[in-house]
Nanobody
Framework: QVQLVESGGGLVQAGGSLRLSCAASGRGIRVYAMGWFRQAPGKEREFVAAIGWSGSIPRYADFVKGRFTISRDNAKNTVYLQMNSLSPEDTAVYYC???????????????????WGKGTLVTVSA
Protein backbone atom coordinates (compact mmCIF):
# COMPACT_ATOMS: atom_id res chain seq x y z
CA GLN A 1 0.00 0.00 0.00
CA VAL A 2 1.17 3.50 -0.84
CA GLN A 3 0.20 6.70 0.96
CA LEU A 4 0.53 10.13 -0.60
CA VAL A 5 0.31 13.33 1.44
CA GLU A 6 0.29 16.72 -0.28
CA SER A 7 1.31 20.04 1.23
CA GLY A 8 2.13 23.56 0.14
CA GLY A 9 -1.21 24.78 -1.12
CA GLY A 10 -2.61 28.13 -0.13
CA LEU A 11 -3.69 31.56 -1.27
CA VAL A 12 -1.45 33.52 -3.62
CA GLN A 13 -1.88 36.58 -5.80
CA ALA A 14 -1.82 36.35 -9.57
CA GLY A 15 1.73 36.28 -10.84
CA GLY A 16 2.98 34.65 -7.66
CA SER A 17 4.51 31.25 -6.99
CA LEU A 18 3.87 28.20 -4.86
CA ARG A 19 5.66 24.92 -4.42
CA LEU A 20 3.62 21.82 -3.75
CA SER A 21 5.12 18.76 -2.14
CA CYS A 22 3.91 15.19 -2.05
CA ALA A 23 5.43 12.86 0.49
CA ALA A 24 5.07 9.22 -0.41
CA SER A 25 5.36 6.17 1.78
CA GLY A 26 4.91 2.50 1.17
CA ARG A 27 6.56 -0.44 -0.43
CA GLY A 28 8.18 0.09 -3.78
CA ILE A 29 7.29 3.76 -4.09
CA ARG A 30 10.63 4.62 -5.64
CA VAL A 31 9.79 2.72 -8.81
CA TYR A 32 6.45 4.43 -9.28
CA ALA A 33 5.91 7.27 -11.67
CA MET A 34 4.47 10.23 -9.79
CA GLY A 35 2.62 13.31 -10.82
CA TRP A 36 -0.08 15.89 -10.28
CA PHE A 37 -3.64 16.38 -11.39
CA ARG A 38 -5.98 19.19 -10.51
CA GLN A 39 -9.70 19.76 -10.31
CA ALA A 40 -11.25 23.20 -10.40
CA PRO A 41 -14.79 23.81 -9.10
CA GLY A 42 -17.35 22.52 -11.57
CA LYS A 43 -14.72 21.03 -13.86
CA GLU A 44 -13.29 17.60 -14.51
CA ARG A 45 -10.03 16.49 -13.05
CA GLU A 46 -7.15 17.17 -15.44
CA PHE A 47 -3.55 16.14 -15.84
CA VAL A 48 -0.91 18.69 -14.84
CA ALA A 49 2.51 17.03 -14.80
CA ALA A 50 4.20 13.69 -14.19
CA ILE A 51 7.69 12.31 -13.83
CA GLY A 52 9.12 8.83 -14.11
CA TRP A 53 10.74 6.93 -11.28
CA SER A 54 14.23 7.93 -12.40
CA GLY A 55 13.30 11.59 -12.67
CA SER A 56 13.80 11.68 -16.40
CA ILE A 57 11.48 12.83 -19.17
CA PRO A 58 8.85 14.78 -17.26
CA ARG A 59 5.51 15.37 -18.95
CA TYR A 60 3.48 18.55 -18.74
CA ALA A 61 0.05 19.65 -19.78
CA ASP A 62 0.25 22.33 -22.46
CA PHE A 63 -1.33 24.94 -20.19
CA VAL A 64 1.53 24.74 -17.65
CA LYS A 65 4.55 24.43 -19.90
CA GLY A 66 7.12 27.05 -19.06
CA ARG A 67 5.39 27.92 -15.78
CA PHE A 68 5.40 24.70 -13.71
CA THR A 69 8.29 22.36 -13.01
CA ILE A 70 7.96 18.86 -11.59
CA SER A 71 10.83 17.16 -9.81
CA ARG A 72 11.35 14.31 -7.39
CA ASP A 73 13.79 13.42 -4.65
CA ASN A 74 13.86 9.66 -4.31
CA ALA A 75 15.99 9.88 -1.18
CA LYS A 76 13.08 11.68 0.48
CA ASN A 77 10.31 9.87 -1.43
CA THR A 78 8.94 13.26 -2.34
CA VAL A 79 7.75 14.84 -5.57
CA TYR A 80 7.49 18.59 -6.01
CA LEU A 81 5.55 20.92 -8.25
CA GLN A 82 7.03 24.38 -8.55
CA MET A 83 4.34 26.70 -9.87
CA ASN A 84 5.28 30.14 -11.17
CA SER A 85 3.33 32.90 -12.90
CA LEU A 86 0.11 31.66 -11.37
CA SER A 87 -3.20 32.95 -12.65
CA PRO A 88 -6.75 32.68 -11.26
CA GLU A 89 -7.34 29.90 -13.82
CA ASP A 90 -4.90 27.77 -11.84
CA THR A 91 -7.22 27.77 -8.83
CA ALA A 92 -8.02 24.14 -8.05
CA VAL A 93 -7.47 21.26 -5.70
CA TYR A 94 -4.18 19.67 -6.69
CA TYR A 95 -3.87 15.92 -6.26
CA CYS A 96 -0.70 13.88 -6.10
CA UNK A 97 -0.77 10.60 -7.99
CA UNK A 98 1.44 7.53 -8.20
CA UNK A 99 1.23 4.70 -10.69
CA UNK A 100 3.30 1.73 -11.73
CA UNK A 101 2.86 2.52 -15.42
CA UNK A 102 4.97 4.93 -17.41
CA UNK A 103 3.87 8.55 -17.49
CA UNK A 104 3.15 8.26 -21.19
CA UNK A 105 0.18 6.05 -20.44
CA UNK A 106 -1.45 8.40 -17.96
CA UNK A 107 -4.77 9.58 -19.30
CA UNK A 108 -6.01 13.17 -19.19
CA UNK A 109 -8.33 12.53 -16.21
CA UNK A 110 -6.12 9.97 -14.49
CA UNK A 111 -8.51 7.04 -14.68
CA UNK A 112 -6.85 3.89 -13.48
CA UNK A 113 -4.12 5.61 -11.51
CA UNK A 114 -3.01 3.35 -8.68
CA UNK A 115 -2.79 5.81 -5.79
CA TRP A 116 -4.06 9.29 -4.97
CA GLY A 117 -3.47 11.81 -2.25
CA LYS A 118 -6.32 13.73 -0.64
CA GLY A 119 -5.41 16.97 -2.38
CA THR A 120 -4.27 20.44 -1.46
CA LEU A 121 -6.16 23.61 -2.37
CA VAL A 122 -4.47 26.31 -4.42
CA THR A 123 -6.32 29.60 -4.69
CA VAL A 124 -5.00 32.35 -6.93
CA SER A 125 -6.55 35.77 -6.46
CA ALA A 126 -6.76 38.34 -9.25
Amino acid sequence: QVQLVESGGGLVQAGGSLRLSCAASGRGIRVYAMGWFRQAPGKEREFVAAIGWSGSIPRYADFVKGRFTISRDNAKNTVYLQMNSLSPEDTAVYYCAADSSSTGSWGPQGYGIDYWGKGTLVTVSA
